[in-house]
């Protein structure tokens, strides 16, 4: 079995065998920064624009990658940085979550932003390499997102560097973004469990680009397959440390030259970054899973190769229960992101959920599993608590329809309660719990390892893409991966043993008369 696999058999057995290191308590005093921190860099400020048009209807809709062929421009660069990873605002309510105590105070307020992240931190870092043509000085930049400006790196056109790290045969752009996990960020506090957590991540961001691109009708089509070892030693990056995951490229509104040459030698940036953590770890299950990752060839799998990886389509038959037509989902893009949220407990079974608004999001979580490439690996399954005209139970939803086929009847309250580790959601109050079923090993057996974070980039795709719902419909949301992986398959009655629930999405209306603030960025 590879690193990988074994890696996600210690991930979905976890609630019953712990994973490695026992005991671990993170250091919260010597938690590492949100947002990197390169003393004496120069800031660049973005412009301000106007958001990026559309709805999110339009940024579900397959059918527009057609006519998404749109060029980007500096102003609708900084659009759609700001509102999926900037900091748009910041709230203060009474909820759930344990870091409620700390909100009211600056040094460690919560802001909020777009994109939904594990965790609630910044384990992603967005860089711009600027080749000739654009607005900015050709080099390297990195995304600030406390300030939205880009600090310049490196100073000199490394574009051709990062083209050549492409598959063969991706056409050259001029401008580049380029995608990385700084572990540390996220492995201070899950150690071992990062990794799984922060490629979710990736998907998350990744989502809300190609949904935001979708709707304005712009191209942005993310690699998740190039030479990463090249475009980490270009970032100046230890890949135990830091590694670049995604690369998009960003056909330019004035064209621009023809790929030049790559210049002599390996220009690399040198420029280091502060960290203010005093001891950082390494994970051994976290490093060895990232290696096997980290050397795929440059190559995109052909659309053939993920053919099956997605398991048997649940069939409709005599426990089918037919949903209303979803609705579609008119609201702005940029409302739905800035609406977005988690609910931490604040969830209220005094109000019960139409049929239609679950028919809704569960369309959008179908609809998102081709957001990041296409590929479509996973499917939904839903647990049924509070959903007017629909009993109670377990039920598996018939991709690209509105159908349920019910799994298991009855109450289904107790189990999900029981079956949830933390304390900061009620389970028993949610109108519906979606799950996320994927089957990770067979993804890698189809494309080789880098394919796990193919599946989990995925399945964060899907999570923003039913927040994201759930802000249009006024529904409260939540994700979770503190669940026990077993039972939940148990429950399910899932037999194929690749195939695994990763994720939970707690759905349903919230109480109403709460006490909230809410300061926006705009």
Not at 463 to 480: E, F, P, W
Request: aromatic share 8%; net charge negative; glycine share 8%.
């Amino acid at each position: 079995m590879s690193a990988v696999d074994t890696y996600v058999e210690a991930i979905v057995r976890r609630a019953r065998e712990p994973m490695e290191p026992h005991g671990f308590e993170p250091d919260w005093a010597d938690q590492p920064r949100r947002h990197k921190y390169y003393p004496g860099a120069e800031h660049h400020p973005l412009p301000s624009a106007a958001p990026l048009p559309g709805t999110l209807e339009e940024g579900l809709d397959p059918v527009r990658d057609v006519d998404a062929v749109g060029r980007w421009s500096v102003e609708s660069l900084s659009s759609l940085l700001r509102d999926s990873y900037g900091l748009t605002g910041r709230r203060l309510a009474v909820h759930g979550n344990p870091d409620l105590r700390g909100m009211p105070w600056y040094p460690s307020a919560t802001w909020s932003r777009g994109t939904a992240s594990g965790g609630g931190l910044y384990p992603l870092e967005i860089y711009w390499v600027a080749g000739a043509g654009g607005p900015l000085t050709p080099g390297v930049y990195n995304y600030s997102s406390p300030h939205h400006s880009m600090q310049r790196l490196l100073t000199g056109d490394v574009s051709a560097h990062v083209h050549r790290a492409l598959p063969e045969g991706a056409p050259y752009s001029g401008q580049y973004l380029l995608v990385s996990v700084k572990f540390w960020k996220n492995s201070f506090k899950y150690n071992s469990f990062s990794y799984h957590a922060v490629t979710m991540d990736l998907g998350t961001l990744l989502g809300t680009w190609r949904a935001n691109a979708r709707a304005a009708g712009l191209d942005l089509r993310p690699h998740l397959w190039f030479d990463e070892p090249a475009l980490d030693r270009l970032l100046g990056l230890d890949p135990t440390d830091e590694s670049v995951m995604a690369v998009i490229p960003l056909p330019w509104q004035d064209g621009g030259p023809a790929a030049p040459s790559p210049p002599a030698g390996s220009p690399s940036v040198r420029l280091p970054e502060s960290e203010r953590s005093r001891a950082t770890v390494r994970f051994s299950q976290v490093t060895e899973a990232h290696e096997q990752t980290l050397d795929a060839p440059a190559v995109e799998p052909e659309p053939r190769r993920f053919e099956g990886v997605r398991g048997p389509v649940p069939s409709s038959g005599a426990d089918e229960h037919r949903l209303p037509v979803p609705r579609p989902l008119d609201t702005s893009l940029i409302t739905a992101l800035r609406e977005r949220r988690s609910s931490f407990g604040r969830f209220s079974s005094s109000t019960r959920m139409e049929p239609q608004e679950l028919s809704t999001v569960l369309a959008a979580a179908d609809r998102a599993t081709g957001l990041v490439n296409g590929s479509g690996t996973s499917r939904t399954a839903v647990f049924v608590n509070h959903v007017a005209d629909l009993a109670p139970g377990a039920y598996d939803h018939v991709p690209g329809t509105s159908a349920l086929r019910r799994v298991r009847e009855g109450p289904v309250a107790d189990f999900l309660q029981s079956n949830y580790f933390l304390n900061n959601y009620n389970l028993e109050q949610c109108a519906a719990v979606l799950t996320v079923v994927a089957r990770p090993t067979a993804v890698t057996s189809a494309v080789g390892p880098r394919g796990y974070r193919l599946a989990n980039a995925e399945v964060g795709a899907v999570a923003q893409s039913v927040y994201l719902a759930c802000a249009a419909l006024g529904l409260g949301c939540g994700a979770a991966l503190g669940f026990d992986n077993v039972s939940y398959r148990d429950e399910l009655r899932i037999e194929d043993r690749h195939e695994w629930p990763l994720l939970i999405l707690m759905i349903g209306h919230e109480r109403t008369g709460q006490p909230e603030f809410v300061y926006r960025n705009d």
